[in-house]
């Protein structure tokens, strides 16, 4: 190990070996499992003890600390005692489909009239249409509910309160620098507000209205039958699926989420377990990134976010079974016209004036994969990308895709004098370009992103916990580890380096997957390499390596074997 190689010069993080490396807290090395887990919880300020480790429900913040929730609790509450018609207005995506389901979901059980609308991803775009709000108080609706959306949308918000309709915003995405004229708007993002940190999904802010519309009944003596918990298993579907950070408030949802989803998902969600072919006793963080959410979102994106919405709501198990299985076809769809898209893209960037600015858009793309490539191309380049489609009004409407370190958000309100109409939170966005402004919006585009460069730059580094010796490799830690979970956004898996280690055999499995033997001359190790292929060029027995990675147990061979996952290597 070359501890002093690592630590020279250092002032947070230290250029070594061709990366540049972030340390937790300070550089820290361990020779065995004990002092490898008391360097880890130092380095992120934990204890054993910490209640980080023992996420709670009962430690949720009280949902009337949210900025608005009391007047909309309340006006929640009278509904319910008047039996008043509700309609709820949703989004297309996971997070909008999720939000809505748990609104209808819940207040159908006290008895409700609701009824909900999810827009259509290429015909209505994001947002709350007046046209919607009309058709809705013309049925007789006296108040409305909108999640994941609305915070945007004064004129539905002013068309609702012409006409007598209370509108209540639940939503979290970057308000302007003024708020729509709404009974009330629910968003975290509110510079006067801050709830949870602002870092909860749409769904999570529609699960706290009903967490207070649930405590003002149980005041009044009314508590309901029906348990909110049996709704946490979309809240945390909805949460990982927006890439939400898996802190504080987060951590306890998806952690309880996952717990439901594993031992009594709804309906919807069992068939979703089913077709994806997913194992229920390792239900995880990713099982819903790569699993679950990707075939709610493909509805919307192919189809219509309605199709997602009717099987989270059903309750019948063979119409769930034949649900799923039109989502599973939407994502098979939808896996095909992405790559297309994606290669399509980058071939017009090549011809582009201005080939660096990722900003690029074509009469024929699928309004549903535009974000999706977006998103490849800012992995690709390390910086924000902006894809567009035509909508059937001939208007040019933007997905944005960022990687770590910008700001989506703040990106969209830098090129605001060139949209109609946009919004977004940290990680994502879009908006409608003005017409005849695509050459304006790119210029504006590029020197927005210009702004964010020099702070995203000082993010673009990999986050490591320590330097490893082989002999710390052990069944105990590995255990230990696990604690962590859930991991993901804004609470990463626990990365470690393994320096200067010698590989002994080397087997290339199916799949580009390659399983490696490592000694440091005293100890041996197991390591697995899902991503062989991108790294190692070539690979062979006697080669010294140093490594990052993550040390799981390796539950292929069972009997308290590890393996350490390899996710990065360094320059020799």
């Known amino acids: 190990m070359t501890e002093e190689s690592l630590t020279d010069n250092w002032q947070g993080k230290t250029t070594y070996k061709g990366k540049v490396i972030q340390w937790q807290n300070e550089p820290m090395t361990a020779d065995d499992p004990l002092q490898a887990w008391q360097g880890l919880l130092k380095a992120r300020g934990l204890s054993e003890t910490d209640a980080f480790f023992t996420p709670a429900l009962s430690d949720l913040p009280d949902p009337f600390l949210m900025q608005d929730m009391d007047k909309a609790a309340k006006r929640l509450l009278h509904a319910i005692q008047n039996n008043e018609k509700v309609h709820v207005f949703g989004d297309f995506d996971c997070d909008g489909v999720s939000g809505t389901c748990i609104l209808v979901e819940a207040l159908q059980a006290l008895g409700l009239t609701i009824t909900y609308s999810i827009p259509h991803r290429a ?16 049925q007789g609706v006296s108040l409305g509910l909108s999640v994941d959306t609305g915070t945007t949308c004064f004129a ?6 012409q006409l007598g309709f209370d509108l209540m915003i639940t939503d979290h995405h970057l308000p302007n620098d003024t708020l729509p004229d709404a009974f009330a708007l629910l968003n975290p993002a509110r510079s006067d507000c801050g709830f949870a940190d602002g870092v909860l999904c749409g769904t999570g802010v529609a699960f706290f209205l009903l967490m207070a519309v649930w405590k003002l009944l149980a005041d009044a003596g009314q508590k309901p039958a029906y348990n909110l918990r049996q709704l946490l298993d979309r809240v945390a579907m909805a949460t990982v699926a927006d890439v939400m950070k898996l802190q504080g408030v987060n951590r306890i949802l998806v952690c309880h989420g996952l717990k439901q989803l594993k031992t009594a998902p709804s309906v919807g969600m069992s068939a979703l377990l089913d077709i994806a072919k997913v194992n229920r006793q390792k239900i995880s963080v990713e099982t819903i990134g790569f699993y679950l959410a990707p075939r709610i979102n493909a509805a919307g994106r192919m189809q219509h976010g309605e199709d997602a919405m009717k099987l989270l709501i059903c309750q019948g198990a063979t119409q ?8 599973d076809g939407f ?11 994606y290669k399509e893209a980058v071939e017009k960037l090549k011809l582009s004036t201005a080939p660096d600015v990722l900003a690029v858009y074509d009469n024929a793309w699928h309004a549903g994969v535009v974000g999706l490539a977006a998103g490849r191309l800012a992995r690709q380049h390390g910086k924000p990308a902006a894809v567009g489609f035509v909508d059937g009004e001939g208007n040019i409407r933007v997905s944005l895709r960022g990687v770590k370190g910008f700001h989506i958000g703040d990106l969209l309100h830098g090129c605001a004098s060139w949209l109609t109409g ?7 966005g879009g908006g409608t370009i003005k017409e005849g402004a695509w050459s304006a919006f790119v210029t504006a585009f590029a020197q927005a992103v210009e702004r964010q460069q020099s702070q995203a730059s000082s993010h673009q ?3 490591v916990d320590g330097v490893l010796s082989l002999a710390a ?32 055999d080397v087997k290339k499995l199916k799949g580009g997957v390659i399983r490696l033997q490592l000694t440091d001359g005293e100890s041996f190790v197991s390591a697995v390499a899902f991503r062989a292929a991108q790294l190692f060029e070539n690979i062979e027995e006697g080669v010294c390596v140093s490594l990052i990675g993550t040390l799981q147990k390796d539950d292929y061979k069972g009997g308290g074997h590890i393996q350490f996952v390899v996710e990065d290597i360094l320059n020799h």
């Open 123 to 138: 015909d209505d775009g994001h947002g709350i249409s007046k046209e919607v709000v009309r058709n809705a108080f013309e």
């Open 156 to 161: 539905a918000c002013a068309e609702a309160k």
């Open 320 to 327: 769930a079974q034949d649900l799923a299985k039109v989502l």
């Open 331 to 341: 994502n098979q769809e939808r896996r095909k016209v992405e790559t297309s898209t």
């Open 422 to 428: 946009f919004g977004g939170h940290a990680g994502a």
């Open 461 to 463: 580094h990999i986050w």
């Open 473 to 504: 490799l052990h069944i105990g830690l590995a255990t230990r580890l696990t604690r962590f979970e859930p991991t993901g956004q804004g609470n990463p898996g626990c990365l470690w380096i393994l320096d200067d280690v010698s590989i002994v």
